[in-house]
């Protein structure tokens, strides 16, 4: 600070950079988001938690966004940018539905947290649901981090780097999900 206001010509001691461990994002396994689904009964509320994992919006991104066919638009983000993200045909339904949700941000928010805390050890919220998104695109997209950027609406590459270590139980559920449907698609 005194360096900055011109107090002081130049700082008169070494600093040193802490290295501090990043925390890894928090997500949701399949699993884990299947037994949460299972205890929602409420069909509008239940889409809303759909939505947000098939999307990675943020929770206050919702109501800023419209359908447009097969993408979601979303006009008001943190970035303050527009962008588009692709949704799947089986998630319309609930996106729909999701967008004539009542609920207020907060009562979505605390609701998934209280199925969250049912079913997983540690504490998850609806944000988590986003990660989880970025860990499922990274996948799905080669490893692109810069698609991933922009499906999050991130403003730097940087702030997404964080989804480049993928945690090995989720590899390892999703692998396994993969493997189990694609058996199932053989057998038929």
Known sequence: YL????????????IKELKIDRKEP?????????KIYELVQDKK????YKTFEATGMRLSELE???????????????ARKERIIPIADEHIVDYDLAKDNQHSKTW???SFSKYARMVCDSRKTIHCLRHTYAYKMLLKNNGSIQIVRDLLGHSSVKVTEIYTNIPQGYLKQIFEKTIIKSNIQAQA
């Open 45 to 48: 509320l239940l889409a809303t």
């Open 64 to 78: 800023n966004s419209f359908r447009d066919g097969n993408y979601i638009k979303i006009i008001k983000s943190k």
């Open 108 to 110: 979505i928010s605390r």
């Open 26 to 34: 928090k997500y949701l396994l399949p699993e884990e988001l299947d």
């Open 3 to 14: 360096l900055e206001i011109e107090k002081i010509k130049s700082i008169p001691f070494k």
